[in-house]
């Protein structure tokens, strides 16, 4: 099966920074989209940032000018640079896969921004 181990969430103060990774073994990684969501309890989960095959990238309103989604095909890897973090950034966050046979998920990674 397809897995995704999430690593770089943390405890954080507010202003600070958190980097998030998310490494996958499929040997097509490179064909496909990739995302980071997050989801606060009794929340929708919600986009944070995408990013496609051509490196195209969207961000949620948001996160705009603090995060920054990145993929490195060689390590079959995706990031998420968090800059600025703010106590409403404060979420599990989710590595999310996209493939024609489906979506993947990782478990998540919890970053809590807090004084």
């Known amino acids: 099966q397809v897995q995704l181990v999430e690593s770089g969430g943390g405890l954080v103060q507010p202003g600070g920074s958190l980097r998030l990774s998310c490494t996958s073994v499929?040997?097509?990684?490179?064909?496909?989209?990739l995302a980071w969501y997050r989801q606060v309890p009794g929340k929708q989960r919600e986009l944070a940032a995408l990013?496609?095959?051509?490196?195209?990238?969207m961000y949620a309103d948001s996160v705009k000018g603090r995060f920054t989604i990145s993929r490195d095909n060689g390590k079959k890897a995706i990031y998420l640079q968090m800059n600025n973090l703010k106590p409403e950034d404060t979420a599990v966050y989710y590595c999310?896969?996209?493939?024609?046979?489906?979506?993947?998920w990782g478990q998540g990674t919890q970053v809590t921004v807090s004084a």
């Open positions: 999310n896969l996209q493939t024609p046979w489906g979506d993947f």
């Open positions: 990013i496609n095959k051509t490196e195209s990238t």
């Open positions: 499929l040997t097509a990684f490179r064909l496909y989209t």
